[in-house]
């Protein structure tokens, strides 16, 4: 597609319930990003791969949470026993190369609800 | 630790107002600057960014920014204000040289322009 994709674009979970977000990066592009958007909020972020290798992993809130790109491609973020405090939108962003400056291209989001 | 300020949360601007919103960062180093919009129901796209040379930096749709060192801002103006641009509207910085091109958001203003 033409720009970054994520699926699903809603999630309800219930407090305990394991989730996955799926994020499709434009295509080619080497570097992708995730964020935690809270309500109110910034984007703050999570996680970072260059191609399949996870880079960068300092933001990631808690052991709960795991993220996976091991083809360099499509990337998902998973959350296990979500909890109240992980309600959010979840931001993938991609861009071309490691550049400076270089642009992040921005998907939809996975809004995340968590009961 | 890097961060950025935005000073108005909240801005109500009548059509054909002029536009500027703060942004302060901390950081000491190189930086690149970034400002990303919001239009409601979309996703954030990039509106401008700052990579060096020229302080003034000009963006899509009529926006402008300014990047001072020595004040560690970079702020948004726009000398006339139009309806289409309700939305939301955040300021980042990437630190030059990191291992990572995170960025790192403001609280994001929220702009209601009144036709």
């Known amino acids: 597609g033409a720009g970054v994709s994520q699926s699903p674009r809603y999630k309800v979970a219930k407090r305990g319930q394991d989730v996955a977000l799926r994020c499709d990066p434009i295509?080619?592009?080497?570097?992708l990003f995730w964020y935690q958007q809270a309500l109110g909020q910034g984007p703050e972020f999570l996680t970072y791969?260059?191609?399949?290798?996870?880079?960068?992993k300092s933001g990631l809130p808690s052991d709960r949470f795991f993220a996976e790109r091991p083809e360099g491609s499509v990337s998902t973020l998973k959350i296990q026993r979500t909890q109240q405090e992980d309600s959010a939108v979840y931001l993938c962003?991609?861009?071309?190369?490691?550049?400076?400056?270089?642009?992040?291209?921005f998907g939809p989001g996975t809004r995340l609800t968590v009961l | 630790a890097q961060s950025v300020s935005q000073h108005n949360h909240h801005v109500i601007l009548s059509e054909a107002a002029s536009l500027e919103l703060g942004c302060n960062y901390s950081?000491?180093?190189?930086?690149?600057l970034f400002w990303y919009v919001q239009y409601p129901g979309q996703h954030l796209q990039l509106l401008l960014k700052?990579?060096?040379?020229?302080?003034l930096v000009k963006g899509i749709k009529g926006f402008e920014a300014e990047f001072i060192k020595s004040k560690f801002s970079f702020n948004l103006r726009k000398p006339s204000v139009q309806w289409s641009d309700t939305a939301e509207y955040f300021c980042?910085?990437?630190?030059?040289?990191?291992?990572?091109?995170?960025?790192?958001f403001g609280t994001g203003t929220l702009l209601a322009v009144q036709p």
């Open positions: 950081y000491g180093g190189t930086v690149n």
């Open positions: 962003a991609s861009s071309s190369y490691r550049g400076r400056g270089n642009e992040q291209f």
């Open positions: 700052y990579f060096s040379g020229d302080p």
């Open positions: 295509s080619g592009h080497v570097s």
């Open positions: 980042a910085v990437k630190a030059y040289g990191g291992a990572t091109n995170k960025l790192i």
């Open positions: 791969f260059q191609n399949e290798a996870q880079l960068d």
